[in-house]
């Protein structure tokens, strides 16, 4: 079973920074591409950015220049770091991987944007 922890999420004023961050289990960190999600209040689950396991990186137009999506994969772990945040950036924020075609989602973390 894969699983992934998201951690890193918090209340933090416009204009701020947070780095989130995917602890993951299992062999696949390595090989597969591990991509963020996010979902605010009242709306669908976005897609946020995504990485490849050679490091191609790829964003969503809302995000693209502020954040930053990264892997370690001698800790399994990857990152966003989120820069220049604003309201509309508040959402729960989910790690996601695909295995054999079963998705995997981590827990979600919380992340709040004060004007």
């Known amino acids: 079973q894969v699983q992934l922890v998201e951690s890193g999420g918090g209340l933090v004023q416009a204009g701020g920074s947070l780095r989130l961050s995917c602890a993951a289990s299992g062999s696949m960190f390595g090989i597969n591409v591990m991509r963020w999600y996010r979902q605010a209040p009242g709306k669908q689950r976005e897609w946020v950015a995504a990485i490849t396991s050679g490091g191609i990186t790829n964003y969503a137009d809302s995000v693209k220049g502020r954040f930053t999506i990264s892997r370690d994969n001698t800790k399994s772990t990857v990152y966003l770091q989120m820069n220049t945040l604003k309201p509309e950036d508040t959402a729960v924020y989910y790690c996601?991987?695909?295995?054999?075609?079963?998705?995997?989602w981590g827990q979600g973390t919380q992340v709040t944007v004060s004007s």
């Open positions: 996601r991987v695909s295995v054999v075609g079963i998705d995997y």
